[in-house]
């Protein structure tokens, strides 16, 4: 399904696992993800 999360993805999310923080922090996860951190009062 398009625009939904993988259920061992969002287990990842839940357990707050560190290699998809890592992942996610990368040039390549933040492009194909089109995400943007904001680590202003992080």
Known sequence: MRGSTRPE???QMHDNDAS???????????CHNRITL?????
Do not use: F, I, K, M
Request: charged content about 25%; cysteine-free.
């Open 38 to 42: 904001d680590w202003d009062n992080a």
């Open 9 to 11: 993805v969002l287990d």
């Open 20 to 30: 998809l923080a890592a992942e996610l922090q990368g040039p390549a996860g933040r």
